[in-house]
């Protein structure tokens, strides 16, 4: 099964690979690894936004972390034309906008990590940091970026 049936299989869509919002490029591919910039969450196309702990629970943040997690996937196909090219997920890092009292991260990240894991199986196991920030662009819930171990074309 390739990794595209995969993800078709656990019922999800890829999205279409968001353009950068700044002075920035999506991807950089040295010294074979992928560099990925920060992705934010989307839903039915409109950022997903708010502070957990305040605003938001867990597991919205689980979700706006997955919808990064895909985001993620979307423009690592986009930068190596296949996604057979992972040879491994090496690491994500979670910002989660939460409250200074809100110590639930890691729970947050997990949404990303799982997703990860069920898409590229034991190569989608990865190294993490989940921390909590007080404000995101645009107010987005969750940011992720990623490292990403590939395979020469």
């Given at each position: 099964?390739?990794?595209?049936e995969?993800?078709?299989e656990?019922?999800h869509?890829?999205?279409?690979p968001?353009?950068?919002?700044a002075?920035?490029v999506?991807?950089?591919e040295?010294?074979?690894l992928?560099?990925?910039?920060?992705?934010l969450?989307?839903?039915?196309?409109e950022?997903?936004?708010?502070?957990?702990g305040?605003d938001?629970?867990?597991?919205?943040?689980?979700?706006?972390?997955?919808?990064?997690?895909?985001?993620?996937?979307?423009?690592?196909?986009?930068?190596?034309?296949?996604?057979?090219?992972?040879?491994?997920?090496?690491?994500?890092?979670?910002?989660?906008?939460?409250d200074?009292?809100f110590?639930?991260?890691?729970?947050?990240?997990?949404?990303?990590?799982?997703?990860?894991?069920?898409?590229?199986?034991?190569?989608?196991?990865?190294?993490?940091s989940?921390v909590?920030?007080?404000?995101?662009p645009?107010?987005a819930?969750?940011?992720?970026?990623?490292?990403?171990?590939?395979?020469?074309?």
């Open positions: 099964m390739t990794i595209d995969k993800i078709a656990l019922g869509k890829l999205p279409a968001a353009a950068p919002v002075a920035y999506p991807t950089v040295i010294g074979g992928l560099h990925i910039s920060g992705q969450p989307f839903r039915n196309g950022v997903m936004r708010g502070r957990l305040e938001r629970d867990i597991e919205f943040g689980r979700e706006a972390a997955q919808a990064c997690a895909l985001m993620l996937v979307a423009q690592i196909r986009k930068a190596l034309g296949s996604l057979e090219r992972v040879e491994r997920i090496v690491k994500l890092g979670v910002f989660v906008n939460s200074g009292r110590t639930d991260q890691a729970k947050v990240a997990d949404g990303a990590s799982t997703l990860m894991a069920d898409i590229f199986g034991e190569a989608g196991r990865h190294a993490r989940a909590g920030v007080p404000v995101l645009l107010g819930a969750v940011e992720i970026d990623a490292i990403v171990a590939v395979r020469a074309a």
